[in-house]
């Protein structure tokens, strides 16, 4: 009786195991992306984003006036405190940059050429020299700063050089290149799916093969032949390279939810009069906008998030870059892999895809679906 339809399987709770387990895979480095965003470049290089709500042991150097040095005996000394202000405390201690907590506080670490330095644990420290002292003599330390929580990554991203520029190129690579494969997908998968032509079995065929070609081997001589036609690196350029690639999706989609429509009701237009361009556009279009919708979903967050195609076929210089480009090429070329600065870019980056998804997710199931039961 267990396989009786609507009754409960036994083996229900393995499934909310493994439902809770993937939900859990998927949020946890998601929460460590947006901690991340909120703390400076140094806590994050020295602990990671789940030891942030404690404090951070860090390396400092502090450099010492050689104009307050004094004579006392033999040595010329300077005394004072390493902290600029506020209240901190040393944990360890150091007079060289290759051992900067080489020594606990209080302890007195004998340097080269006859020098020593004594720090204490609240920042106190004695410098002897038996010579002259010249040049600023540098204290290597540790201590531990509180957490630090701010917006500066994500004023850096907002405000940085043409960054409105490169969002609002996004959106013009984006919208075309979601709407024209759209258009024609549909108006090829109603061929496919109701119209009696020779080699429409060899095209599905096609379709589903060229589903599983990858992009990259296409990107050169796309590319090539764009430039044999005059449009090159352009807006027009990527908008037919993301068409291309976007396509054999959009049709093997579509045609299999348009073949899941009733026939009665096709037939009963054609029966009327109405010709193949007046049923498609007044029954199985508005039919198939769940179809439409799912994969405006898949099109519009796969170009919004590209940037292997985006520094292909757009040009190279700063006027024509997308988000994405911006991100990569400038915000973390010029700042050497701040990871900060890439978290906050990542949030930033998926808010409109976020908001076109729960807009139109109650479509996706259903075009997933289509076609799969009659």
Known sequence: MDN??????????????????????????????????????DQITATGWWLSPFAVEQNFQARISAEEAVRDGDYFVIQGNIFSGGENEVIRFGGTRSAPTAFAPGETADLRRDRSLTVQANGDF??????????D???????????????????TIL??????????????????????????AAFAAYALAWMDFKGRGFLIAMVVGLLVVPLQLALVPLLQFHNQV????????????????????????????MVGLPRDIIESAKVDGATDFQVFTKIVLPLS?????????????????????????????????????KIADDLLGSRGGDWGILAGAAFISIAVPLIVFFTMQ??????????SVK
């Open 362 to 371: 109650r479509y996706l199931v259903r075009g997933l679906l289509a076609g």
């Open 126 to 135: 004695i410098y002897k020299n038996p010579n002259e002292i010249t040049r």
């Open 159 to 184: 405000f940085s050089n043409n960054m409105d520029v490169a969002f609002i190129n996004t959106f013009t690579v984006t919208i075309p290149a979601t709407i024209i494969p759209i258009l024609i």
């Open 289 to 325: 906008f769940p179809a439409l919708a799912s994969f405006a979903i898949f099109q519009f967050l796969w170009v919004w998030n590209d940037l292997l195609v985006a520094k292909v076929f757009l040009p190279s210089n700063s006027e024509s870059w997308v988000m994405t480009v």
């Open 137 to 155: 003599p540098s204290v290597y330390y540790s201590s531990a700063t509180p957490p630090s929580f701010s917006l500066d990554n994500y004023r």
């Open 230 to 257: 005059g449009i090159g690196q352009s807006f027009l350029g990527i908008w037919m390279a993301h068409t291309g690639f976007g396509l054999p999706l959009a049709i093997y989609l579509l045609r299999n939810y």
């Open 4 to 41: 009786i339809a609507g009754t409960k399987s036994s083996l229900g709770w393995a499934v909310n195991i493994s439902v809770v387990f993937l939900v859990v895979l998927w949020l946890i480095p998601t929460v460590g992306l947006l901690v991340s965003s909120f703390r400076d470049r």
